[in-house]
């Protein structure tokens, strides 16, 4: 029954033509992400518009813990994606149904935990990201309230993890797409009607959560058949064999995630200092780059699946094509996307802010960002190998070389010896120092990708188990 139950939801990744099939599989995921970010943007566009600079500095420095966990989240759905897709590709249809309980439990566990030490430690937080005084008040509402919709961001993810692991990319894109609906209207009712200012963006993507954890939840639930799925303690067991393989998986990758995460907390803190002027370009900037490197992200994703169901069903050469397709459709995305955006800086950044100094400084937020734009297309696909792999050691070394040895020491490169900046320097000078150094940081971890990939490694490596 397990053979047949098992093709009810999701696709086979190992036959067929590669190109047409990692791109019909990362479509939906890309347009999943990219809806995803859009409604992330729309908050920040909302409070730019009908609050000002001091609520775009409330929001951004108020969600720096909500982007500090959400890649943990991310981390441990990748470790789920891997290791459903391994077992999907190898048939172990008993094992991947333990598996995915195991890992619902272990993902809303860490959800509680992170919501309670978020609330409880806000004040401590905001004072070392250097909150300017005059955003304190919007930014400690914005993240009380965001910690609250923790449970509901890391069992969508959970949800959807598991999903694409079975090869089903779509059905999160109608998840995203109910949030986002929901997302935008109570942003426009909250801040733009009500004018709950920060308080009123923060309830509007918490609802936006719920929606999509409801919804996905819903799904899995209508199609319990197909994940043996019972709504009752059991089946949330955790599995003792299975939650070490995850652990193994999504720990070295979650605290890679954390360490990036606290290396840009103390890159946004340094730029905070600099004053509202350089701080409001960093937080649309990093917006801007989240969003514009969805394409080459969304397109690791799907090529890891993707890796991952061959590797299981021992398909080496299969493996290695799917990584160089993924690498030639990010690197032409990003190609493009770079060029337009050049021609363009001040428009680009005038649709989240009014402020004509953010729009003039924004102008060199972009020449960076296009540089780091092409770096990571190159970086996040042949990652994905490692990745799919189920190399978590290689994965944690690179994300520690990408996050933190690199983003910090290029930024002190830069800002003490490129820019050799002092006390008499003024405030931009210092700013674009630590720019540079942060876009940068993914040159290193794509030559340890490249190389990887053609040392041929990958391919001694034991499936997990």
């Not at 394409?295 to 690791?300: C, G, K, N, T």
């Amino acid at each position: 029954m397990a053979n047949a139950v098992g093709k009810k939801v999701g696709r086979d990744l190992t036959s067929g033509p590669i190109m047409p099939s990692l791109l019909s599989f990362a479509l939906p995921i890309v347009i999943t992400d990219v809806i995803q970010q859009l409604y992330s943007m729309v908050d920040l566009m909302v409070i730019g518009q009908f609050v000002g600079n001091v609520g775009t500095v409330g929001v951004n420095t108020g969600g720096e813990i909500a982007d500090f966990l959400m890649p943990v989240a991310t981390a441990f759905a990748a470790a789920g994606q891997i290791y459903v897709a391994q077992l999907a590709g190898a048939r172990k249809y008993e094992e991947q149904k333990r598996a995915i309980g195991t890992f619902i439990s272990l993902m809303l566990c860490a959800a509680l935990g992170f919501m309670v030490l978020t609330i409880a430690l806000t004040n401590p937080i905001l004072n070392l990201l250097n909150c300017p005084e005059e955003s304190l008040s919007e930014a400690r509402n914005y993240m009380i309230i965001t910690a609250v919709g923790l449970p509901f961001i890391y069992g969508y993810n959970a949800v959807c993890g598991v999903l694409r692991g079975m090869g089903e990319s779509q059905r999160p894109l109608v998840f995203i797409i109910i949030a986002a609906v929901v997302n935008i209207f109570l942003d426009i009712l909250l801040v733009a009607v009500f004018q709950l200012s920060a308080a009123g963006t923060a309830m509007a993507t918490v609802f936006s959560q719920v929606a999509a954890f409801s919804a996905s939840f819903a799904y899995m639930y209508k199609h319990k058949e197909t994940f043996e799925f019972e709504l009752k303690l059991s089946y949330f067991k955790c599995d003792p064999h299975h939650a070490k393989v995850l652990l193994k998986l999504g720990l070295p990758q979650a605290l890679r995630s954390v360490l990036v995460r606290a290396s840009m907390l103390w890159v946004n803190a340094n730029v905070n200092a600099c004053g509202s002027i350089a701080s409001g370009t960093n937080g649309i900037g990093n917006k801007l780059q989240k969003f514009l490197e969805i394409f080459s992200s969304s397109m690791s994703q799907a090529s890891a699946a993707m890796v991952g169901q061959n590797l299981g069903a021992q398909k080496q050469d299969r493996a290695k094509k799917t990584v160089l397709s993924a690498l030639l459709f990010s690197l032409c995305f990003a190609v493009c996307i770079s060029l337009l955006i050049s021609f363009f800086p001040q428009q680009v950044f005038g649709i989240f802010t009014t402020d004509a100094d953010v729009k003039a400084f924004g102008v060199f937020y972009i020449q960076m960002l296009c540089v780091h734009i092409i770096v990571s297309s190159i970086t996040s696909s042949y990652q994905s190998m490692v990745i799919g792999s189920g190399n978590a050691t290689l994965n944690f070394i690179i994300g520690i070389l990408d996050g933190v040895v690199c983003k910090v020491g290029l930024s002190l490169l830069f800002v003490n010896v490129i820019f050799q900046v002092t006390a008499e320097t003024d405030w931009a000078t210092t700013a674009l120092g630590y720019f540079w150094g942060t876009g940068l940081s993914r040159v290193l971890p794509a030559l340890v990708c490249i190389v990887y990939f053609y040392s041929g490694r990958w391919k001694k490596r034991s499936l997990l188990s």
